[in-house]
């Protein structure tokens, strides 16, 4: 009996551990929006009345109203509250719920990351099973680092400049299918000169290995034995940086989705900064915490179907 428990105790202890995982995180990412909120300069009653006049009383109703002249530990467990609920407010801006806003414009910054991250993982895989331990390496890593030495900003405008103002080929904006091409391919391709380098390093490291020679004398071909022996060894630190660069391109996708002149939630991140829209920066922070816990949580996951062995740890 207690062998046939065994793994279901690891898999609880496994779960138990994502979930205290994650609820650190997000604890951790509404403790510091909140505190970014009381720290940075300013007023958040002035960013609701913005530039229209208010008396004095019409400010100290506002900050009532909004729980501004309470203590802050109550500021602090009330919003916890609201936020545990799935309260996030109203933008402070067009005064509208901030779960209707971000509802509308998360589809496409999901559709360009999804795109952009599948573009990356796609080419890092070819170019790294073609070139690994081969003489063009060499002249494929200088590339590698021409493009991560590029300003995502700055290649997309040499994208937009040419493939839609030149050549005419693909639209700007928000045209369809055809118009998260280029926004994809720029947000991708530093993205894919990193996951390139560490996978070509693990496919390297894993042709050298003994299974590898064994696998050769058997007379398994070159190919079979990088992509059925070697790139299963290769695949667990690509697919630990994958997660974290997806967990992270909302900040990318701020710059891409300016240049571009898409919709998503960049823009309305840059606009709810700039207007000191609070409410909305919070719900973006929590929304980037939550969209790390789940990627993070992928990648464990898919470590475990990667690497059997580590199911029984």
């Known amino acids: 009996m207690r062998r046939g428990l065994k793994p279901r105790q690891g898999v609880a202890r496994l779960v138990a551990g994502w979930l205290a995982r994650a609820a650190g995180v997000l604890l951790g990412a509404a403790t510091l929006a909140f505190a970014a909120m009381h720290l940075i300069p300013g007023d958040p009653a002035r960013a609701i009345v913005g530039s229209a006049p208010a008396t004095?009383?019409?400010?100290?109703?506002?900050?009532?109203?909004?729980?501004?002249?309470?203590?802050?530990?109550?500021?602090?467990?009330?919003?916890?509250?609201?936020?545990?609920?799935?309260?996030?407010?109203?933008?402070?801006?067009?005064?509208?719920?901030?779960?209707?806003?971000?509802?509308?414009?998360?589809?496409?910054?999901?559709?360009?990351?999804?795109?952009?991250?599948?573009?990356?993982?796609?080419?890092?895989?070819?170019?790294?099973?073609?070139?690994?331990?081969?003489?063009?390496?060499?002249?494929?890593?200088?590339?590698?680092?021409?493009a991560l030495s590029t300003p995502t900003f700055w290649f997309g405008l040499v994208l937009l400049s040419v493939f839609s103002f030149q050549l005419g080929l693909l639209p700007v904006g928000d045209g369809g299918p055809a118009s998260l091409v280029l926004p994809a391919v720029a947000l991708a391709v530093p993205l894919g000169a990193v996951l390139t380098q560490v996978l070509r390093e693990g496919l390297e490291q894993a042709l050298e290995q003994p299974f590898a020679t064994t696998a050769r004398a058997r007379g398994a071909g070159e190919a079979a034995v990088r992509l059925r022996h070697a790139l299963r060894h290769a695949l667990i630190p690509m697919v630990t940086l994958s997660g974290w660069m997806l967990g992270g391109l909302f900040g990318g996708a701020v710059l891409v989705e300016t240049v571009f002149a898409r919709q998503g939630l960049g823009r309305v991140t840059l606009a709810a900064v700039v207007g000191r829209d609070f409410p909305v920066v919070i719900a973006v922070v929590m929304l980037s915490a939550l969209v790390f816990v789940v990627v993070n949580t992928a990648v464990d996951v898919a470590y475990l179907v990667i690497d059997p062995r580590l199911r029984s740890t």
């Open 56 to 146: 004095d009383q019409t400010m100290a109703a506002i900050r009532a109203e909004m729980g501004l002249d309470l203590p802050l530990a109550e500021q602090y467990l009330r919003y916890l509250g609201r936020l545990a609920r799935g309260d996030l407010g109203r933008s402070f801006q067009i005064e509208r719920p901030v779960a209707e806003v971000l509802g509308e414009q998360v589809w496409p910054t999901v559709q360009l990351a999804v795109c952009a991250i599948g573009l990356a993982l796609a080419g890092a895989l070819a170019v790294a099973v073609l070139t690994a331990g081969r003489r063009v390496r060499g002249a494929v890593a200088l590339a590698e680092l021409v």
